[in-house]
């Protein structure tokens, strides 16, 4: 048997299996997984229609009759025969050419038709010597008799239990239902049917129905049926069986039995649940814990005039980029000679796909408070204020956020064009200034989006001129680290420019600061913005709070509400607080244009902050006093024995009258007190709160305080007292009472004031002055009380609060302002809602109803809740993957809650808090949406390990499904455990590596800055259980992918049957010329590789065009392609041959399940190229033809050309 091998032109679905040993012959064909084994004699099941490979002659006509058994035939035989089957005989088999094959990879052996005749003359047709005869076959007359159907059933003979011999040994044939020693299976062709040969009554030979005996020997497992006798014939041949092939047989013979669309129970279940996870996730980001949309639409007349003069000579990209001036139409005055140029340069970067028309907004607003406002005061002039000359670049709406060396190239234009319009100041013709000023020297850049990127990089261009900038704004601008890290310019563009501010700011002095003079603001829009995480926007880890900070719109004084990524833009609320602080900090009598850095940072705290904050500067101690107030006898004039004032109303005393609150010296115990006050109504003509200590004064003599109060009428015993006014101490609140709803809704806001006492130790009277004349609806609560009375502070872990929440009671007795805080709760990742419920205090006695600020100082983050009774709390705290603090310190302490509450209701407030896990889903699909594009690669990798490791072992390329299956069972969760392992243990040793890092040196050197770039990219041992939540969903959407892409192969194999010149065409890999009449050409010949040269020249002249124009993602999108298209082509093929048209179909099979599964794999990777190849059709688009700088790496794409072009060849 090992003399003749079966190997020309044989495919593998085609191979029977032959063991010889003088007379005695054992017959095993695998053709659709069937084993057929017959000692000594042979029959082999043939199907109706069975095609006749590699025939060598014309099919003489048979003779029909059954042939005679000898006598001394002992049929001995395990068959399981279907209704169609019948037997080959002798006269069969002389037009098959057979030879003698042994497939070692399946461990299998098998007989393969061959060219020529038979090798093995001397056991078929006539004798030559009386030694020899003629094979013996069973004939369908001896499976007529039923005794001799039974018998030959059930695998014995006219004599039970009589030893035979097989391959010079005796075995026992058992009839017996636990054991069998030589085991068969039914044989199917290729279409799946059994068939019968023609003109042979087969009515007979239904033998799997229920009136005959079936095989007991049947009853043993499939598989292991199948082993043993694979097993017993390498065995008798004198080979050992390779014990790994038993397992991979059987998920080869597993696979085999299941067609693509199969989906395995553990799969479908697999599946359901991610698919329900992946709805939860996306319901909950669109529609749970989303915050009020409050932007007001802001109107203006825009007019742009582009700045023709800044062409090719000053920029390389002139032709792409342009500058534009921007005039308010019936307020700038301008000329087509003279553009009136007459103020402080501001310079507006659109930021990824922005418009330059995006300033209209800003620039509007400038010009309209500039000629209402600011030209009439003459206090304003004297300090230098001027209008501010806003320029905006139009960059063609450029994709920035998907390409580094755009995000480069616009930040070459910016410096450029800053030197530009530096350079127009110097011409007379172009100005309207004061020829005594000094020309400017530096330009304010205000960036929007990725144009704030821009504005930071543009410092670190080589060209930049120093100083040039000294002020940058941002709005939704991702400073922290880049929204799509798929291309890896932008990623290293991030590590360059981020680098170069923390190593600036590091210096110990600041003559190595090149920073030192500049600033930076980070506005943020809060959780309305999904188009960048506004987590992304926070400067911690860059700057210094001296240099700038981060600042959300929900807590910018008068705006009070989240913005989108747009609407940011435009918003009314946000643009006047821009444009107000922009006025604050411009000096045209300097030449940098801006007031010093500490001067324009506490102007920029005044505009952006809520003046609540721990660390806020209080103005009215360092002021002058500027008020006499003259005290007469009561009841104008009154003092409060207790440490509260409360006017329910004012106006009551229908004349001018002052109430007077002692401030009470420091407290021995060391109990830090502070004084608030509340009002309904604004500080002013009608309602005063003064600071004041006694004033000795002579009677008749004159004061130099420029107001006075008096309201002594007269009165000899008068007091005279020396007061100051808060002035920008003042705290504006939204409105809460029973008709609020929304805290950005235009109406009077509150004023709050709080100082410290240690702030008015100086002062022996805080005086409340209501000069109203008549009554009037306004209240006012002046109060001062212990801070020990006014804060909670839960200690509960973030474990107890979201199993049992957290609850507080308020006691009747409280100050006006009450804070919890919660240390524990700093995740953005986690949602949570309050609930507060008010006993007793009725409509007609409540001043006002509760306020409540949610707050946190790291970032300045606040959410106001006015006439609050439940709400949603979320938070941007500690976010994945933020890198740490510049200065190395951990975060500041977690959420706090401030309420404010009515005083003068006898009755208690109860605060609930419990988490929303619904809404907290949200939360992490907003925050790792990146990773859908990460794990799904991860996990088809996996999968295609699998298929390769099975096809190493048994020769076949399972389906997808099927090795997704197979994965899910051992390898995808050990995976995905060993991540969760790993991610706990990294994160638990970066966390000590901190520690270590702080007790050892404070200077922020030392700092690793990329610690949380892994894995689940946070600090926070409690989310270990995201990277097997992420796994799951990721498995779903693989399958779900999987199954879409299944449907549009099919659809165009089915395109391809009613329109064959879609896919068939002369010249491809399958096409009309590859049938032969009744024949189809093999599977060699339908998937013919193109010729070695050809497919160089292909491949070369590809690589060619991706080194030299076209970026490699757009390669990659073609290969993806000519994969698709060689599945559809793999499909049609295996489809055709399984039906029976082809002897190729296992070979088709594993074709298509080998390409589709690369196919797989390139659809996963092609979401990381796709942005690349958007900017540069975009840039296609708008007639710039100059190739990219970058992504021309032949490197990059070289593998996958050449593997499409071998598989498509």
Request: one cysteine or more; proline letters at 6%.
């Amino acid at each position: 048997m090992d003399d003749v091998y079966g190997d020309d032109g044989l495919d593998d679905s085609d191979l029977l299996a032959v063991g010889t040993d003088d007379s005695r012959v054992e017959f095993v064909k695998d053709i659709d997984d069937c084993l057929i084994e017959i000692p000594e004699v042979t029959g082999v099941a043939k199907p109706k229609g069975a095609v006749k490979a590699q025939e060598t002659a014309e099919v003489p006509e048979k003779d029909q009759q059954s042939h005679e058994t000898p006598a001394n035939f002992d049929r001995r035989a395990a068959f399981d025969l279907d209704a169609e089957h019948e037997l080959l005989t002798a006269d069969d088999c002389d037009w098959i050419n057979i030879k003698f094959a042994i497939d070692h990879d399946e461990n299998i052996v098998k007989l393969a038709g061959g060219e020529g005749k038979m090798d093995a003359p001397d056991y078929i047709g006539e004798p030559e010597n009386e030694h020899d005869h003629p094979i013996p076959f069973l004939s369908l007359a001896d499976l007529e008799r039923p005794a001799e159907k039974s018998r030959f059933i059930n695998g014995v003979s006219s004599s039970p239990g009589r030893d035979v011999g097989s391959v010079g040994q005796t075995e026992k044939w058992q009839h017996d239902d636990e054991e069998t020693d030589i085991l068969t299976e039914s044989f199917l062709g290729p279409g799946g049917e059994s068939s019968p040969l023609p003109g042979r009554d087969n009515s007979e030979l239904s033998l799997a129905s229920p009136e005959t005996e079936t095989s007991r020997s049947l009853n043993s497992s499939w598989w292991q049926r199948r082993w043993q006798a694979a097993t017993m014939l390498l065995k008798a041949k004198g080979e050992t069986p390779d014990s790994r092939a038993e397992t991979d047989v059987r998920g080869l013979r597993k696979g085999r039995a299941h067609n693509v669309w199969t989906c395995q129970p553990l799969t479908l279940i697999t599946t359901a649940i991610a698919a329900l996870l992946l709805a939860a996730l996306v319901h909950s980001a669109l529609f749970l814990q989303t915050d009020p949309h409050g932007p007001i639409m802001s109107m203006m007349r825009p007019t742009y005039i582009k700045l023709s003069g800044f062409d090719t000579e000053h920029s390389r990209f002139a032709a792409k980029y342009h500058l534009y001036l921007y005039r308010e139409e019936g307020v700038d005055e301008y000329s087509v000679d003279n553009i009136g140029l007459r103020g402080s340069p501001v310079l507006f970067i659109p930021g990824n796909a922005g418009s330059y028309k995006q300033v209209r907004s800003l620039s509007s607003e400038s010009a309209l408070y500039y000629h209402e406002k600011l030209c009439k005061d003459a206090r304003a002039a004297k300090e230098g204020v001027r209008a501010l000359d806003f320029f905006t670049i139009d960059f063609n709406e450029d994709l920035s956020a998907f390409h580094g060396q755009t995000l480069v190239d616009q930040a070459e234009y910016v410096n450029e064009a800053i030197a530009y319009i530096l350079s127009l100041y110097h011409d007379p013709s172009r100005v309207h200034r004061d020829q005594r000023l000094p020309d400017p020297s530096s330009v304010i850049l205000i960036g929007h989006s990725m144009g704030g990127i821009v504005a930071r990089t543009v410092l670190v261009t080589p060209k930049y001129q120093a100083n040039s900038v000294n002020t940058i704004i941002t709005m939704s601008t991702p400073h922290a680290r880049p929204p799509l890290a798929f291309d890896a310019d932008v990623v290293s563009l991030y590590s360059q420019v981020n680098n170069y501010w923390r190593e600036s700011y590091l210096q110990k002095h600041a003559s190595n600061n090149p920073l030192w003079h500049t600033t930076l603001i980070s506005i943020a829009g809060g959780g309305l913005d999904t188009t960048v995480p506004s987590d992304y926007a926070n400067l911690e880890s860059l700057v210094p709070e001296s240099h700038g900070f981060t600042v959300f719109t929900s807590g910018i004084p008068n705006v009070w509400s989240s913005m989108d990524h747009l609407s940011i833009t435009w918003a009314d609320q946000v643009r006047k607080a821009i444009i107000r602080s922009l006025y604050d900090v411009v000096d045209i009598r300097r030449a940098g244009q801006t007031k010093p850095r500490p001067e324009r940072m506490n102007v920029f705290r005044k505009w952006f902050l809520t003046g609540l904050e721990a660390d806020s500067p209080k103005q009215m101690p360092g002021s002058k006093h500027q008020v006499l107030l003259t005290l007469g006898d009561e009841p104008r004039s009154s003092m409060s024995t207790t440490n509260n004032i409360t006017l329910r109303s004012l106006g009551a005393q229908d004349e001018p009258s002052v109430k007077l609150l002692a401030i009470p010296p420091p407290s021995p115990k060391g109990t830090q007190r502070y004084f608030s006050f509340l009002t309904d109504r604004p500080l002013g003509d009608k309602l005063e709160v003064l600071f004041c200590s006694t004033f000795p004064l002579a009677t008749g003599a004159s004061t130099p305080l420029p107001v006075q109060i008096d309201l002594s009428d007269g009165s000899p015993s008068a007091s005279r007292l020396a007061c100051k006014r808060p002035g920008t101490d003042e705290i504006p609140l939204p409105a809460s009472n029973r008709t609020s709803k929304y805290p950005f809704r235009q109406s009077q806001p509150f004023v709050y004031l709080q100082y410290d006492l240690h702030y008015l130790q100086d002062f022996q009277f805080v005086a409340i002055v209501d000069n109203s004349t008549e009554i009037s609806s306004g209240w006012a609560i002046a109060e001062i009380a212990d801070q020990d009375d006014s804060v909670i502070e839960s200690r509960a872990s973030l474990s107890m609060l979201l199993l049992r929440g957290a609850s507080f009671e308020l006691p009747p007795s409280r100050p006006i302002m009450n804070e919890i805080r919660i240390p524990a709760l700093h995740s953005s990742l986690l949602a949570y809602t309050m609930r507060v419920r008010q006993h007793g205090c009725g409509v007609d006695n409540e001043l006002f109803t509760p306020l409540l600020r949610q707050h946190i100082e790291s970032p300045y983050e606040s959410k106001y809740f006015v006439n609050f009774k439940e709400g949603d709390i979320s938070l941007h705290g500690v976010a994945p993957f933020m890198p740490p603090r510049i200065d190395g310190l951990e975060p500041k302490s977690g959420v706090a809650f401030q309420i404010w509450s009515d005083p003068t209701c006898d009755s208690s407030l109860e605060v609930t808090l419990k988490p929303d896990l619904a809404g907290s889903m949200g939360k992490l699909m907003i925050r790792y949406r990146t990773i859908f594009a990460v794990f799904p690669l991860m996990l088809v990798s996996m999968v295609l390990r699998k298929q390769f490791r099975v096809y190493d072992n048994s020769g076949t390329f399972i389906s997808f499904s099927d090795s997704l299956d197979q994965s899910l069972r051992l390898p995808l969760p050990v995976l995905l455990i060993s991540m969760t392992f790993f991610a706990t243990a990294f994160t638990s040793a970066s966390r000590a590596g901190i520690s270590s890092s702080l007790a050892s040196t404070m200077n922020g050197t030392d700092i690793n800055f990329g610690q949380n770039d892994l894995l689940l990219g946070s600090q926070d041992t409690f989310f270990w259980f995201l990277v097997p939540l992420a796994g799951l969903i990721c498995i779903g959407a693989c399958v779900i992918l999987h199954y879409l892409v299944l449907v549009l192969l099919h659809s165009f194999v089915a395109a391809s049957r009613v329109l064959p010149s879609i896919i068939r065409h002369p010249g491809s890999g399958y096409s009309q010329l590859a049938f032969d009449g009744d024949r189809i050409r093999p599977l060699a010949a339908i998937f013919v590789a193109a010729t070695p040269r050809r497919r160089i020249v292909n491949t070369a002249i590809l690589l060619f065009l991706v080194a030299t124009i076209i970026p490699y993602p757009f390669a990659y999108v073609i290969a993806c392609i000519v994969q698709f298209a060689t599945c559809t082509r793999a499909l049609r093929y295996a489809q055709d041959a399984s039906a029976g048209k082809s002897t190729s179909s296992v070979a088709a099979l594993n074709f298509f399940n080998y390409t589709y599964a690369i196919l797989i794999l390139m659809l996963w990777v092609l979401p990381i190229n796709l942005p690349v190849l958007v900017v540069w059709i975009h840039n296609l688009a708008v007639h710039w033809l100059t190739p990219f700088s970058s992504h021309h790496n032949v490197l990059s794409i070289m593998p996958f050309i050449i593997l499409v072009e071998t598989h498509y060849g």
